[in-house]
């Protein structure tokens, strides 16, 4: 299976790594030439190409799955709907348009579309209800990457990831230092951030569907720091609550939204379809970075 990787950043390298090995046959696409060498590292094709760019992505060979895994690289709403609406919209007419169309194209969205649900479970079936301009970009992406590729004659997925995290996104000092806000964490480790779109796609499953992508455990915020620090043989780190992270009163709109916003993950659907989580919860998807963290001087 050929296998095309739009945007093939942090994600899509673990992606490719696990295709190629699996006997797959990837090709990551990025922008830069800095972006371009590490697919290359990572020992699978690379083509140099903008994806928003329907011209340059003629330069990408036929596939038999695209995966639109690009970012906008936090930027604002307007850099995330030119990625996300403007440039999936692209790659499904320049794909869909060929003589050899793929089968299916797979779209890496966020759990941030559901919004606010007060620390309540949400999974597929629950209405998506966007609180951000960026996840109301990321909402209307969804919609297109499930009703566009029928239009070509192919289908569409969504992969709803939650927060990642693994190699170069620890993040420890944050949570071992503090001071910590309460909340809740929706994580997946990149290993099975990749390993789930990979058996979705070697599967067949999931077609026409969203299926999130999150660990089995949603965690306190304050429980994991305390975690950590317990493993580390620290002091657990400062708590504070939602009020008094707002009442310092330094927050842009965006981050004030992100704090008030509250819920828990489920990921039932995935499990259901038979994956199996290399990193279930955060305890063994921390257990290197932990260990690395200890022994270093």
Same mark, same amino acid.
């Given at each position: @299976? ?35 060498? +590490? ?10 190409? $903008? ?5 340059? %992505?003629?330069?990408? #060979? ?25 440039? =999936? ?8 348009? +060929? ?5 299916? %194209?797979?779209? !890496? ?11 309540? /479970? ?9 609180? !951000? ?12 990457? =499930?009703?566009?590729? #029928? ?17 170069? +996104? ?5 949570? =071992? ?9 929706? @994580? ?16 067949? &499953? ?19 720091? $305390? /975690? %950590?620090?317990?493993?580390?043989? &620290?002091?657990?780190? #400062? ?20 704090? %008030? ?25 921390? +257990? $290197? ?9």
């Amino acid at each position: @299976m050929r296998v095309a990787i739009l945007g093939c950043g942090y994600v899509g390298l673990e992606l490719g790594r696990q295709l190629r090995d699996a006997g797959h046959d990837p090709v990551g696409v990025r922008r830069s030439s800095e972006g371009v060498e +590490r697919i290359e590292r990572a020992g699978f094709e690379a083509v140099r190409a $903008d994806i928003t760019d329907a011209d340059d %992505l003629a330069s990408v #060979p036929d596939a038999d799955a695209l995966v639109f895994a690009a970012s906008s690289g936090g930027r604002d709403a307007a850099a995330a709907r030119r990625i996300y609406v403007e440039g =999936l919209e692209t790659a499904i007419e320049a794909f869909g348009s +060929r003589e050899s169309p793929p089968e299916r %194209l797979v779209y !890496t969205s966020s759990t941030g579309v559901h919004g606010d649900h007060g620390g309540d /479970w949400v999974d597929e079936e629950t209405p998506i209800e966007p609180t !951000t301009e960026k996840t109301a970009v990321l909402a209307e992406a969804e919609r297109i990457a =499930l009703e566009s590729p #029928p239009t070509h004659g192919f289908e569409g997925t969504v992969a709803r990831y939650a927060g990642l995290y693994g190699p170069e +996104r620890y993040r420890l000092e944050r949570y =071992l230092e503090g001071p910590v806000t309460e909340g809740y964490l929706n @994580m997946v480790h990149r290993d099975d951030a990749a390993g789930a779109v990979r058996f979705l796609l070697e599967e067949g &499953l999931a077609r026409g569907e969203v299926v999130q992508v999150v660990d089995d455990e949603p965690a306190s915020k304050w429980a994991f720091a $305390d /975690w %950590l620090a317990a493993a580390c043989g &620290l002091d657990a780190p #400062p708590k504070r609550t939602k009020a008094q992270r707002l009442e310092a009163g330094d927050l842009s709109e965006a981050a004030r939204r992100r704090i %008030l916003t509250s819920k828990r993950c489920a990921n039932d659907r995935l499990c259901g379809l038979g994956y199996s989580f290399a990193y279930p919860t955060y305890r063994e998807g921390y +257990r $290197d970075a932990l260990e690395a963290y200890c022994t270093s001087d």
